[in-house]
């Protein structure tokens, strides 16, 4: 696979780098705050940056006419909305949680929130202190599971990759269900997998629920 990063010196960007390498794929585009660097035209170009880098992103797109792997997170209600746009031409992968155990947690809660009556409901959320964007976009892709207006804790402490916790109680007791992600790797995993579904369909929009559903099919 021919790829690009967009925000390559970053810390996902790093991540995801060493992890495609070490699987045999080319990085031939990247560009961040160094500038560009183009060998060729990329198959899949992935963004793991900021919402300031998001028009330059869609500029390459266009140009490449390329699927587009994206992560970054506090992206605008416009933003997403070019994004669906985009995704007419070519396919997109968005998400903000590119975990596969995380999936499996979103489907924990959809189940614990049918399942419980009369409870309180609390998330919790910690991550590294450099994280800009809090709530974490996980964070509320949890509560939009749940379905109801839940209070969310954030915690930017030291060098965490990501820790969520979702906390149901009632007066007789308390369930918890939590991920703990121990390293980017598992986030640059799921990206992986992401590009290799993105090559192989056709234009559309699609989240990392979208790849997981089906790979798992298969």
């Known amino acids: 696979m021919k790829y690009g990063i967009i925000g390559r010196n970053g810390r996902m960007g790093n991540e995801i780098y060493n992890l495609f390498s070490e699987k045999g794929h080319e ?13 060729e035209k990329p198959q899949v170009l992935i963004d793991f940056s900021l919402p300031e880098a998001f028009e330059k992103t869609i500029e390459y797109v266009d140009k490449f006419h390329c699927s587009l792997i994206i992560g970054t997170t ?9 994004l669906h746009e985009i995704a007419q031409n070519v396919p997109v992968i968005q998400s903000y949680n590119f975990s ?7 489907k924990l809660v959809k189940v614990a929130n049918e399942l419980l009556d009369d409870v309180d409901i609390e998330i919790s959320e910690t991550h590294h202190r450099f994280k800009k964007d809090k709530p974490s976009g996980t964070a509320k892709m949890i509560k939009k599971v749940i379905g109801k207006d839940v209070n969310i804790s954030s915690l930017r402490l030291g060098n965490i990759p990501g820790d969520h916790t979702i906390y149901f109680g009632n007066l007789g007791e308390v369930i918890s269900i939590s991920h703990r992600a121990l390293s ?5 995993e799921g990206v992986l997998k992401s590009a290799e579904f993105a090559l192989k369909t056709v234009a559309g929009f699609y989240t990392f629920q979208d790849v997981f559903e ?3 099919k298969r």
């Open 27 to 39: 990085l031939v585009f990247s560009y961040d705050n160094t500038g560009e660097k183009f060998l």
């Open 74 to 82: 506090g992206l605008s209600e416009i933003q997403l909305k070019k």
């Open 100 to 106: 596969l155990g995380i999936q499996v947690l979103l």
């Open 184 to 188: 980017r790797r598992t986030f640059a």
């Open 214 to 216: 089906i790979t798992m």
